[in-house]
């Protein structure tokens, strides 16, 4: 895994790797622009979970709802995870 701040070359399955898969794909977002991944959740932990499995920093923002609730936002670009994500990791058909 990548030292913090350091974009991973290649992603392989684990067991981190397939939590953060999961929680991407309940509720993050594959962007518009081939390569930007977006996570929002109420839960500071769960934003602070997804990214140390990605071996990133825990860098994200707070953001409000309409409501006034609290959420948490992180969004960055990495073409080689979005790919990965993209084709199912690695030995896909």
Not at 65 to 81: C, E, P, S
């Amino acid at each position: 895994m990548a030292e913090c701040g350091q974009t991973q070359t290649v992603y392989e399955w684990s067991p981190a790797m397939a939590y953060a898969v999961g929680l991407i794909a309940t509720d993050g977002c594959l962007g518009d622009n081939p390569r930007q991944i977006a996570f929002v959740s109420q839960d500071r932990q769960l934003e602070e979970t997804l990214l140390t499995c990605l071996g990133r920093e825990a860098r994200y923002r707070t953001d409000r709802t309409k409501l006034g609730h609290q959420i948490y936002r992180a969004q960055f670009k990495d073409i080689v995870l979005y790919r990965w994500l993209i084709i199912g990791g690695p030995g896909s058909a």
